[in-house]
Structure formats: C-alpha cells, structure tokens
C-alpha cells in the first residue's frame, strides 16, 4: 500500500531529518580517539633538526609543560588494532600490542625546562573504549 498525500509529505522530511542527525551524531568515543591521536600518533616521526624535536612536537601538539608524553610512529590503524586483533588483554579496557612499535618519549627537564627525547622499540599497553585507543598507559 502506497502512501497518499499529507502523510506522504510528512514521512519524507522526518525520514531525512532522522538521517541528517544519524551522520552528525559522532560517537564519544571517536572524539576520544581522536584525542588520543592528536596527543600521541607521529607517522611518518617529524623530522627536526637533533635535539628539537620533542620541543617542536610539545608546542604543536599543545603539549607544553607536561612532564612527559610518548609517541607512537606507525600508522594510525596499526594502533586501532591494538584494542582488538592486535592486542592482548590486560587490566580491565587495557590492552598490550602484540608488536612493538617505534617511540619517542619526550621528557620534561626541570633545571633546563626543555624537553629531552629518548627513541625506543617496545610492546605498549593502551586504554580502550568500544574498541578504540583513547589513553596511553606504558611501553614494556
């Protein structure tokens, strides 16, 4: 059966609306996600001259005066990953890569207040919600 005249013209405009807020509802837990990617995903790792780039990366990011933060270099859906087929459980929405990854950890020194940058390749561990990262908790 075939709708006929005003409810045909109210279903249309209801049906769009219903749809328009579906696409505009973006779920908490992306906007977390994409937090958690502004704060700690550099791939490919910016280049800068030796010594600066934890001062560089600290002050784009919004990241000044921070006693440290950690950086992963490896695209952004092999860390997704982690919070499923890449990763194992560990404490209750923590899960631990399965691969190591490449990390810069940039370390605030109090005397000088500039930011040291140690590199490393270790396994890390993340905080995740509806299988997305959102915090990052360690390397190991």
């Known amino acids: 059966m075939a709708l006929t005249g005003t409810w045909s013209t109210l279903l249309l405009p209801l049906i769009l609306l219903g749809a328009g807020l579906a696409l505009a509802n973006k779920h908490p837990w992306d906007e977390q996600n994409d937090r958690f990617l502004l704060r700690h995903w550099n791939y490919p790792r910016s280049e800068a ?19 440290s933060n950690t950086f992963i270099h490896a695209p952004a859906g092999s860390i997704n990953s982690i919070c499923s087929l890449g990763g194992r459980p560990g404490l209750p929405n923590q899960r631990r890569s399965v691969a190591p990854f490449h990390l810069t950890l940039c370390a605030l020194n109090a005397t000088s207040h500039a930011y040291a940058e140690t590199r490393y390749h270790r396994r890390v561990v993340l905080a995740c919600w509806r299988g997305l990262p959102v915090d990052y908790v360690k390397h190991i």
């Not at 600066?52 to 000044?64: E, I, N, V």
């Open 49 to 67: 001259p030796d010594g600066t780039y934890c001062q560089a990366m600290m002050q784009h990011r919004d990241l000044s005066g921070q006693d």
